[in-house]
């Protein structure tokens, strides 16, 4: 399925990566005066990887000369220690980490590098950064639990900077799968056997559950999912695990990686899949980043989530922003999802829905829309919208695997 709104939104999206685009890559969205306060004209880790992916699907020379200088440009400012810094600003030589780290832009960045050797005909650029690699996965691997072999990090630190995730979280060790399989890495069956055992510990016999260390949270997460509701959490991963407690959000992006990057057998996958089709909130909408966003009097709520750049501006209540807001980008993973999962006609209209809301407003490309009412937030022209848009619609059309 394509038709004229999709094929639009495809050469609106390699007009503003082209636009985007600078000597050093890709800034996360157009010069604009609302990006200059809040650092949107710098190279962020995750932003120009997940754009380059769409780059590089694309087979445009020049989108494909962009993705190799936004991975080159962020090899260079890698910490001694292996750590890719969540954005750059090589003009001024200036190097950000997040205040409680960016775990995740490693991980992109990984990924990247190894989408670029198998989907162009540039051999060097991989074998050139050998040795950032090395010491990009030796970072990470001092980042997991020596037992499970998962990634193990703070709560804020990886895309949803201002959500109270943390411990083993969904999201970033359904990336570090990826990163174990596409590098070859010991013990990578161990961490996908721990992934399933401790992000969906539902429907096993309890004397088949003790394989993770913390018996007592996978205990207590069975124990609840025994009552009515309960049960509808079965139907997705859980969102993060961490001492006693866990994400009781359905994390609908994670989810999609985790389907994406076959975290997960194809029967769980086929679960996951028809619950997040039949929870969306209106048909004619991308699917938001999760459902059942944390609210205000919920335990899981905290003060940052209302603060933004240490001004107060309520930015993550219910439906919003990284609490169940729609990011075209993150729904546009979905689409992918749904065609891993032989949902193809489906992955095709949740690709049309994504091109229409990206069209608002004369093709703003809004950073994030409200999932009730649809309005249009966040920063316009954002670049990974445009990047995970061109990467969908080459999945889709069968042109390229991860």
């Given at each position: 399925?394509?038709?004229?709104?999709?094929?639009?939104?495809?050469?609106?999206?390699?007009?503003?990566?082209?636009n985007n685009s600078t000597k050093?890559?890709?800034?996360?969205?157009?010069?604009?005066?609302?990006?200059?306060?809040?650092?949107?004209?710098?190279?962020?880790?995750?932003?120009?990887?997940?754009?380059?992916?769409?780059?590089?699907?694309?087979?445009?020379?020049?989108?494909?000369?962009?993705?190799?200088?936004?991975?080159?440009?962020?090899?260079?400012?890698?910490?001694?220690?292996?750590?890719?810094?969540?954005?750059?600003?090589?003009?001024?030589?200036?190097?950000?980490?997040?205040?409680?780290?960016?775990?995740?832009?490693?991980?992109?960045?990984?990924?990247?590098?190894?989408?670029?050797?198998?989907?162009?005909?540039?051999?060097?650029?991989?074998?050139?950064?050998?040795?950032?690699?090395?010491?990009?996965?030796?970072?990470?691997?001092?980042?997991?639990?020596?037992?499970?072999?998962?990634?193990?990090?703070?709560?804020?630190?990886?895309?949803?900077?201002?959500?109270?995730?943390?411990?083993?979280?969904?999201?970033?060790?359904?990336?570090?799968?990826?990163?174990?399989?596409?590098?070859?890495?010991?013990?990578?069956?161990?961490?996908?056997?721990?992934?399933?055992?401790?992000?969906?510990?539902?429907?096993?016999?309890?004397?088949?559950?003790?394989?993770?260390?913390?018996?007592?949270?996978?205990?207590?997460?069975?124990?609840?999912?025994?009552?009515?509701?309960?049960?509808?959490?079965?139907?997705?991963?859980?969102?993060?695990?961490?001492?006693?407690?866990?994400?009781e959000d359905i994390d609908v992006?994670?989810?999609?990686?985790?389907?994406?990057?076959?975290?997960?057998?194809?029967?769980?996958?086929?679960?996951?899949?028809?619950?997040?089709?039949?929870?969306?909130?209106?048909?004619?909408?991308?699917?938001?980043?999760?459902?059942?966003?944390?609210?205000?009097?919920?335990?899981?709520?905290?003060?940052?989530?209302?603060?933004?750049?240490?001004?107060?501006?309520?930015?993550?209540?219910?439906?919003?922003?990284?609490?169940?807001?729609?990011?075209?980008?993150?729904?546009?993973?979905?689409?992918?999802?749904?065609?891993?999962?032989?949902?193809?006609?489906?992955?095709?209209?949740?690709?049309?829905?994504?091109?229409?809301?990206?069209?608002?407003?004369?093709?703003?490309?809004?950073?994030?829309?409200?999932?009730?009412?649809?309005?249009?937030?966040?920063?316009?022209?954002?670049?990974?919208?445009?990047?995970?848009?061109?990467?969908?619609?080459?999945?889709?059309?069968?042109?390229?695997?991860?």
């Amino acid at each position: 399925m394509q038709n004229e709104l999709i094929n639009t939104c495809y050469k609106k999206s390699v007009e503003l990566l082209l636009n985007n685009s600078t000597k050093f890559g890709t800034l996360a969205s157009a010069p604009q005066k609302k990006a200059v306060t809040k650092n949107y004209l710098s190279i962020f880790a995750r932003d120009a990887s997940i754009s380059s992916l769409g780059m590089i699907a694309s087979k445009n020379k020049k989108l494909i000369k962009i993705a190799k200088r936004n991975i080159k440009t962020l090899g260079k400012y890698q910490t001694e220690n292996g750590q890719i810094p969540n954005y750059v600003k090589p003009e001024i030589d200036y190097v950000n980490f997040w205040k409680m780290g960016s775990i995740d832009a490693t991980l992109w960045w990984l990924i990247v590098v190894d989408f670029y050797h198998k989907n162009t005909k540039d051999k060097k650029l991989k074998k050139n950064l050998d040795k950032k690699i090395k010491l990009a996965l030796n970072w990470l691997n001092c980042q997991k639990h020596p037992k499970d072999e998962l990634l193990v990090q703070n709560e804020a630190s990886d895309w949803a900077d201002i959500f109270p995730r943390s411990g083993r979280v969904l999201y970033t060790n359904a990336l570090w799968l990826k990163v174990k399989e596409a590098y070859k890495l010991k013990n990578y069956n161990l961490s996908k056997n721990s992934f399933r055992d401790l992000f969906y510990p539902f429907n096993r016999r309890k004397n088949k559950l003790l394989k993770y260390d913390d018996k007592l949270t996978i205990k207590a997460i069975l124990k609840k999912t025994e009552c009515p509701e309960g049960k509808k959490q079965s139907e997705s991963l859980l969102s993060y695990v961490n001492y006693l407690f866990w994400g009781e959000d359905i994390d609908v992006y994670a989810n999609s990686l985790a389907i994406i990057f076959k975290s997960i057998n194809k029967k769980i996958s086929k679960k996951i899949i028809s619950n997040l089709l039949n929870k969306k909130i209106h048909k004619n909408f991308p699917i938001p980043v999760l459902f059942n966003p944390i609210k205000k009097n919920s335990k899981f709520w905290r003060e940052y989530m209302g603060i933004s750049n240490n001004n107060l501006s309520n930015q993550n209540p219910p439906y919003e922003y990284h609490n169940g807001g729609i990011w075209p980008y993150a729904s546009s993973f979905f689409a992918i999802a749904l065609y891993s999962a032989s949902h193809k006609k489906e992955a095709w209209i949740e690709l049309e829905k994504i091109a229409r809301i990206n069209s608002l407003k004369n093709w703003e490309f809004n950073e994030w829309f409200h999932a009730k009412t649809g309005k249009a937030m966040g920063m316009k022209k954002q670049s990974w919208n445009a990047g995970a848009f061109l990467l969908a619609y080459h999945v889709l059309k069968g042109e390229v695997i991860f």
